[in-house]
């Protein structure tokens, strides 16, 4: 039984650790080629908001009420529009995906900001404050940049953020080898 259930997380953790190795490579990939990454994420992005769309337009013939369905009939056409948009034009889509990538970060770094003043005396706090002015430094050089930054922002940011994920999930999965073993 004991061999068995080692067997089982032994196969597990070495897909585990082939996936995370595959997705840090394809994050530094994205992170040398960031413009074909943005682009490749944008393009996700469009799809995604077709899909929605379509979700919308199906979710209005269910809705009780015709007033209720004139909204979601509403929402799938503006969702299905700008889908397509941004498939139609996808380096406008990236520039727009871009800016609204800096203006979330300029939000989030006011947000945490404040909030590290609001919780001042606690433990911790002035973490909050670093990440607050990392991102707004972030916001700020990715704005001051704009439309220029969109060749190189949503690449990076999405390449960091996949080779982190991957080399999390590499850790975690050998720790877990580590306490079977």
Request: zero cysteines.
């Amino acid at each position: 039984m004991a061999n068995s259930v080692t067997a089982d997380v032994e196969r597990a953790t070495t897909w585990s650790i082939v996936l995370s190795v595959l997705l840090m490579i394809a994050g530094l990939l994205a992170m040398v080629v960031p413009m074909v990454a943005g682009l490749a994420f944008t393009v996700f992005v469009g799809w995604l908001l077709i899909f929605s769309g379509i979700l919308h337009l199906v979710f209005a013939f269910s809705a009780g009420r015709p007033r209720m369905a004139v909204w979601q009939v509403l929402l799938g056409l503006a969702y299905g529009f700008i889908g397509y948009y941004v498939l139609a034009n996808p380096v406008a889509g990236l520039a727009g995906l871009t800016f609204a990538i800096a203006l979330y970060l300029f939000v989030e770094g006011v947000l945490e900001f404040v909030l590290s003043f609001q919780l001042r005396p606690a433990a911790g706090s002035g973490w909050l404050l670093v990440d607050g002015i990392v991102t707004l430094v972030l916001a700020i050089m990715i704005w001051s940049t704009w439309p220029t930054s969109a060749a190189w922002a949503v690449g990076v940011l999405v390449g960091v953020s996949m080779f982190f994920s991957g080399l999390t999930r590499l850790m975690l999965s050998l720790a877990v080898r580590r306490i079977v073993a």
